[in-house]
C-alpha cells in the first residue's frame, strides 16, 4: 500500500524558516512529478510548487525567492524549504503524486498525503 506522508510543519514567527517533507512508502519503483499544494481557511486549494522527477522546478508567483522545492528520489522524499515566511503563508500544506511506478509493473495516479499545518504569526 503506498502512502504520502507529510511532516515538518508548526508554528513561526514572520520572517521564520521552516522544512517540510513528504516521504512516499510502500513498493515504488519511481514516482513522477510531485507537488506542494496549499489551503488556507476560506479559500481554494493553490499550487505553490511542482518538481519533475528530472529536478525541473515550477513555484507560485508570491513564494519565487523565497521557497525551494527538492527531491531525493533514493529515498523517494520531496522537500519545501521555507523562508521568509509570511502571515498569509498560514495554511495546510499538501504533497501530492501525478503517478507512482509501483515494483509490480502497476502505476497509481494522484496520490495525496494527509497535509502538515503552517501557521505564521505576525
Known amino acids: 500500500q503506498v502512502q504520502l506522508v507529510e511532516s515538518g510543519g508548526g508554528l513561526v514567527q514572520a520572517g521564520g524558516s521552516l522544512r517540510l517533507s513528504c516521504a512516499a512508502s510502500?513498493?515504488?519503483?519511481?514516482?513522477?512529478?510531485m507537488n506542494w499544494y496549499r489551503q488556507a481557511l476560506g479559500k481554494p486549494r493553490e499550487l505553490v510548487a511542482i518538481i519533475a522527477s528530472s529536478g525541473n522546478t515550477r513555484y507560485l508567483d508570491s513564494v519565487k525567492g523565497r521557497f525551494t522545492v527538492s527531491r531525493d528520489n533514493a529515498k523517494n522524499t520531496m522537500y519545501l524549504q521555507m523562508t521568509s515566511l509570511k502571515p498569509e503563508d498560514t495554511a495546510t500544506y499538501y504533497c501530492s503524486a501525478d503517478r507512482i511506478h509501483l515494483t509490480t509493473g502497476s502505476v497509481a495516479y494522484d496520490f495525496w498525503g494527509q497535509g502538515t499545518q503552517v501557521t505564521v504569526s505576525s
Open positions: 510502500g513498493s515504488i519503483s519511481h514516482i513522477e512529478t
